[in-house]
């Protein structure tokens, strides 16, 4: 192995270490950065097309839900168009309100370490929310705002198509497994997301915690199931 290579993996393997509690080299390092892609729907140019036409043309005025009343802006989603692995959370807090962008508050900080611990970048995977816009005080969608909301995220995943979507939370998972189970059943085992198109795809689902219960939590314990669900995550984008 190079030493560079080399030097990459310890380092991952400390940092994994200190952030997931779990004695453990990432898996499949090299695979998941290369992993052999099936022949993309659209091109990459069309993507984003498709996506910056979607988020400027429909997303940014949206006033489908009373949520539209509160925000500062809404807040896409943002990352590779061709991303074979997307996070879906469940909508803007304070910071991502105010910037535009998901995930860039503490649990941004959060799941972008366990995005490098993975082996990959934050630019190499899509990360969105079931709602565009800010809940006040941070509460969860309601279910009628989430539903309202769906059409986008829909779509989104529709032009992306990861090869496995990982949802961050209950109603992440909820909304997309159209379950009422909870997060502490449905986590760590793998789901189908089926409801995109008539016979459109059918997309593998890793429902994990919240990096922000992560954060509140943070136990040897949930750490490690944390990194045992990002794990096979891994070990499937591999394949
Ligand atoms: N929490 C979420 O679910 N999404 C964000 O974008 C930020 C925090």
Redesign the pocket.
């Known amino acids: 192995m190079e030493s560079s290579r080399h030097k990459r993996l310890l380092t991952q393997h400390v940092r994994t270490d200190q952030l997931m509690g779990v004695d453990a080299v990432p898996m499949g390092i090299a695979a998941a950065q290369t992993v052999p892609t099936s022949a993309p729907a659209m091109d990459h140019a069309e993507k984003l097309n498709i996506l910056e036409q979607m988020d400027r043309d429909e997303v940014q005025g949206c006033s489908k839900c009373e949520l539209c009343h509160s925000r500062t802006q809404t807040?896409f989603g943002e990352g590779d168009a061709d991303a074979k692995l997307m996070f879906v959370?469940?909508?803007?807090?304070q910071?991502?309100d105010s910037q535009g962008r998901?995930?860039?508050?503490r649990?941004?900080e959060m799941l972008n370490k366990q995005i490098d611990a993975m082996g990959l970048q934050r630019q190499d995977v899509y990360?969105a929310?079931v709602v565009k816009c800010r809940p006040p005080n941070n509460r969860a969608p309601t279910p009628i705002e989430a539903q309202t909301c769906w059409e986008y995220l829909r779509r989104q995943i529709l032009v992306i198509r990861p090869k496995v979507i990982v949802t961050?939370?209950g109603p992440?998972a909820k909304m997309l497994l159209n379950t009422k189970t909870g997060i502490t059943a449905l986590r760590g085992t793998w789901h189908s997301l089926d409801q995109l198109a008539p016979d459109g795809p059918v997309i593998p689902v890793m429902p994990t915690f919240?990096?922000?219960f992560l954060l509140r939590a943070y136990t040897p314990e949930n750490r490690k199931k944390v990194w045992s669900d990002l794990q096979k995550v891994v070990k499937h984008l591999e394949k």
Not at 102 to 105: A, R, S
């Open positions: 807040v959370g469940e909508g803007p807090g910071k991502e998901p995930f860039v508050g649990s941004g990360i929310n961050l939370g992440a919240h990096p922000a």
